[in-house]
C-alpha cells in the first residue's frame, strides 16, 4: 500500500518505461491449484501403491505357475517310475519262477495237461501279466494269454517246417472263485503262420542267452506295444528255447490316464528313438496305419497326431535333445505360433531300460485361475487405496486446503485494502504448522497495516510542511520585492502621520 501510495505521486512518464519492461519479458507457466496438486498426488500414489502390490504379486505368480509345473510333473514322473517299476518287478519274478520250476522239474513242458495249468495259474495269479509263454527253437510255441475281456486262453502252436505252416488250438477259461471254467477250444491254421524263433522276444533272449532280456515291440494279436521279460532255457550248452512273461503296455497307458485325472494335457512314455511306449491318448498308440500293417511297428513321435504331442515333438527337434544320453529331467517352453499359448514340455528318465516319461501342460490350466485372481486384486487395490485417497483428498481439503486458501484470500484482501484481522481467527486457533503460519501472518498483516497508517500520517504531515514551506517561501519573495518594500515605506509615512 505504501508502495502504492508512492507510486501514484511519480509521475506517469517513469512508470510507462517499467510496464513496458515488465511486458516484455517472459510470462510463467500456469501452475495446478493447491486442490489440483493434491489430487494429482493422491492419484500418484494410488497408482504407484497399485503398482507395488500387483507387479511383484505378477511376478510371483509366474514363478509360481512354473513351480506348481515342476512339481506336476515331478508327480507324474515318480507316480510312473514307480508303476513301471513294480510291472518290470513282477514280470522279472515271474520269469524266475518260472525257470526254477524247469529246472526243479516242477514243469514238464511235454505234458500238455501239466503244461497248461501251469502257464494258466501263473498268468491268473498276476492281473498284469498278459502272457506267459514258452518258445521252443523247432519253431513250436506254448503260452497262456489275458484277453481285453478278461478271458484267459491257452495257445498250443505247432510248426510244421515242411510245409511252413503253423496248426494252432485255443482253450478259452473264464476264471471265476479262484478256478476256471473252460469255455470253449477251437483249432485252426494261423495266417500268418507263427514261427516262435522269428519273433522279437525269442531273439532277444537269443542274441543275449546268458542274461535277462528286455523287447518292446507291437503284438501282433492284439496290435498295441508290449512289453516281454525272457530268458534262454539251454539243455546242454545247446539253445533249447525261451521263457517269458510279457504285459500289454495299454495299463501303463490306463495308468497315465488315471494319473493325469481332469488335468488338460498329456503324458507319455517314450524311448531313447522317440517310440511311444504309452500315452493318454490311446488312439497314438495303436493308429489305423499301424493296425493296417502285416508287421506293425511303435509309433514315432513325429507321426503323432494329437497337437500336444506334435507340440512335444517339435520341442525336442528344436531343441535338439539327445533323448539316448538323458539322465536327468528337463523342462522346456513351447509358445504355439498362431494363439501365442504356452506349453510347459517336460522329460524324465524311467529309471528302466532306456524310458522317459514325458508331460505337456498348458500353462492356461493354471494362468485361467491366476488371471482371474488377479484381476480381483487389481480391482481391490483399487478400490481400496481408492477409498482411502478420497477419504484423504477430504481430510487434505479441509485439514490443509482450506486454511491455506483463506490465508491466500487474507493476502488478497491486504492487497485490496479490506483486510479483517478475524477471518483467521478459526485457523490461528490450530495448534499445528497451519495455525502457527495463520499467528504470523495475522500478526504480520496488523503490523503492515499499523505501519501503512502511519505512513499515511506522516505523508499528510509531510504534505502540511511542504505547503506551509511553499507559503513562507512566497511571502519572502513578496517582502522582498521592490514594490513591497516602497509599499512598506508608504505605510510606514502613513502610520507616522496619523499618529502626528
Known amino acids: 500500500m505504501v508502495i502504492a501510495a508512492l507510486s501514484s505521486t511519480l509521475k506517469p512518464s517513469l512508470l510507462c518505461p517499467m510496464t513496458r519492461l515488465a511486458a516484455l519479458l517472459p510470462k510463467q507457466p500456469p501452475s495446478l491449484g493447491l486442490k489440483a496438486t493434491l489430487v494429482t498426488a493422491m492419484l500418484l500414489t494410488v497408482t504407484a501403491t497399485a503398482a507395488m502390490v500387483y507387479v511383484p504379486w505378477s511376478w510371483m505368480s509366474r514363478r509360481n505357475i512354473e513351480t506348481i509345473v515342476d512339481q506336476t510333473n515331478k508327480e507324474i514322473a515318480v507316480g510312473t517310475s514307480k508303476e513301471v517299476e513294480r510291472l518290470f518287478s513282477n514280470a522279472e519274478s515271474a520269469q524266475q519262477f518260472i525257470e526254477s520250476s524247469l529246472n526243479r522239474n516242477l514243469l514238464d513242458l511235454d505234458d500238455p495237461e501239466s503244461r497248461e495249468f501251469f502257464f494258466l495259474n501263473v498268468l ?31 495257445h498250443d502252436r505247432d510248426w510244421n517246417p515242411e510245409t511252413q505252416t503253423t496248426d494252432a488250438i485255443v482253450n478259452s477259461y473264464e476264471a471265476r472263485d479262484a478256478a476256471l471254467i473252460p469255455i470253449e477250444s477251437k483249432s485252426y491254421e494261423m495266417n500268418p503262420p507263427y514261427y516262435a524263433p522269428s519273433r522279437p522276444w525269442y531273439q532277444g533272449a537269443e542274441a543275449a542267452p546268458d542274461q535277462r532280456s528286455w523287447t518292446v515291440y507291437v503284438y501282433r494279436s492284439s496290435r498295441t506295444p508290449g512289453l516281454d521279460v525272457t530268458k534262454a532255457v539251454m539243455a546242454e550248452a545247446e539253445l533249447a528255447g525261451v521263457i517269458g512273461v510279457g504285459i500289454e503296455l495299454n495299463q501303463l497307458s490306463d495308468y497315465l490316464e488315471q494319473l493325469q485325472g481332469n488335468r488338460p494335457g498329456e503324458t507319455f512314455i517314450i524311448n531313447s528313438q522317440k517310440e511311444l511306449i504309452a500315452s493318454t491318448d490311446k488312439a497314438e ?35 535338439e535333445l539327445d533323448t539316448s544320453s538323458l539322465d536327468a529331467w528337463q523342462r522346456f517352453v513351447y509358445r504355439e505360433p498362431s494363439s501365442g499359448e504356452i506349453y510347459h514340455i517336460a522329460l524324465t528318465p524311467v529309471g528302466q531300460l532306456d524310458w522317459m516319461v514325458g508331460t505337456v501342460i498348458p500353462e492356461s490350466t493354471y494362468t485361467t485361475v491366476i488371471n482371474r485372481n488377479k484381476r480381483r486384486l487389481l480391482a481391490g487395490v483399487i478400490l481400496f487405496t481408492g477409498g482411502i485417497a478420497i477419504v484423504a483428498v477430504v481430510l487434505a481439503e479441509r485439514l490443509i486446503a482450506r486454511p491455506i486458501l483463506r490465508i491466500a484470500r487474507a493476502a488478497a484482501d491486504i492487497e485490496a485494502n479490506c483486510f479483517d484481522p478475524d477471518q483467521l481467527g478459526e485457523s490461528s486457533n490450530r495448534q ?35 505547503d506551509e514551506s511553499k507559503r513562507s517561501q512566497q511571502v519572502k519573495e513578496i517582502v522582498d520585492t521592490d514594490f513591497f518594500k516602497d509599499l512598506a515605506v508608504k505605510a510606514k509615512a502613513l502610520r507616522n502621520r496619523d499618529r502626528a
Open 285 to 319: 498308440i495303436t493308429p489305423d496305419q499301424v493296425v493296417e500293417a502285416a508287421e506293425p511297428q511303435l509309433t514315432q513321435l513325429t507321426d503323432a497326431q494329437n497337437p500336444l504331442l506334435q507340440y512335444a515333438s517339435d520341442t525336442l527337434q528344436t531343441q
Open 432 to 466: 499445528d504448522e497451519i495455525g502457527q503460519l495463520a499467528r504470523i501472518f495475522r500478526k504480520m498483516a496488523i503490523e503492515v497495516y499499523q505501519r501503512e497508517q502511519q505512513l499515511r500520517l506522516q505523508v499528510q504531515s509531510l504534505r502540511v510542511e511542504i
Open 124 to 154: 491268473a495269479a498276476t492281473p498284469a501279466f498278459t502272457w506267459v509263454q514258452y518258445g521252443d527253437a523247432n519253431g513250436d510255441f506254448l503260452g497262456a494269454q489275458r484277453t481285453a475281456n478278461g478271458e484267459l486262453h491257452f
